[in-house]
């Protein structure tokens, strides 16, 4: 199957610096990447829609000048953590879509944030 | 509004076991319903997926009927693996919403004992 990659998969970073979160599709191209939240024992709580050559689409509550999403390429999406704080430490995931809007999703492994 | 509701874990069985994860939706239109899986250090993964009510899917073994008259969308193996150990996600997709994204059940633990 087609292969999403997420790096770092864990960062350790000080309260006060940005951290980036680079999402990849290795194997096709993906238009629309999606940038999710997950907490301990909850489900996978969507942030983001990134959209290659567009401004992202950021779900309620999320803050669009906190959690900096780009999608440069159509393989190539990061999430930058801007001033990052304890309470944002968390495991974040992306996914990819391929082909069109009833495409399958392709998840990456996940990248564990660890603010102290 | 739309949301899902799995059983909660973590599930304990042995080998060969029979496995039930209970999964309920609730969606305004006609939403497609997935069960995707997660393995140790690795992404999701979607296992199966039904598209329209009475649709059956199955993938590896596991089977999933889209009942729509009683909004769920069980996830069932009739024998296990200690390699089915992972988390299980059930998922339900509405187009037309926000570019018709996924929204997640909390995850459903299987430890599968030898």
């Known amino acids: 199957g087609a292969v999403v990659s997420q790096h770092p998969s864990w960062v350790i970073c000080k309260s006060g610096t940005s951290v980036k979160i680079e999402c990849r599709s290795l194997d096709f191209q993906a238009t629309t990447m999606f940038w999710y939240r997950q907490f301990p024992k909850q489900s996978l709580m969507l942030m983001a829609t990134s959209n290659e050559g567009s401004k992202a689409t950021y779900e309620q509550g999320v803050e669009k000048d906190k959690f900096l999403i780009n999608h440069a390429s159509l393989t190539l999406s990061t999430l930058t953590v801007t001033s990052a704080h304890p309470e944002d430490s968390s495991f974040y995931i992306c996914?990819?879509?391929?082909?069109?809007?009833?495409?399958?999703?392709?998840f990456g492994e996940g990248s564990r944030l660890t603010v102290l | 509004g739309n949301s899902v509701t799995q059983m909660e874990g973590p599930v304990t069985l042995s080998e060969e076991a029979f496995l039930t994860i209970n999964c309920t939706y609730t969606?305004?239109?006609?939403?497609?319903l997935f069960w995707y899986v997660q393995y140790p250090g690795e992404g999701l993964q979607l296992l199966l997926k039904a598209t329209k009510a009475d649709d059956k899917g199955s993938n590896k073994g596991f089977e999933a009927t889209y009942r729509k008259e009683t909004t769920s969308f069980h996830l069932e193996k009739g024998s296990v693996q200690v390699s089915d150990s992972a988390v299980y996600f059930c998922a339900l997709n509405v187009l037309g919403g926000s570019q018709g994204n996924l929204i997640f059940g909390k995850g459903t633990k299987l430890s599968v004992k030898p």
């Open positions: 996914s990819a879509r391929r082909g069109r809007q009833t495409g399958e999703l392709f």
């Open positions: 969606a305004t239109g006609y939403p497609s």
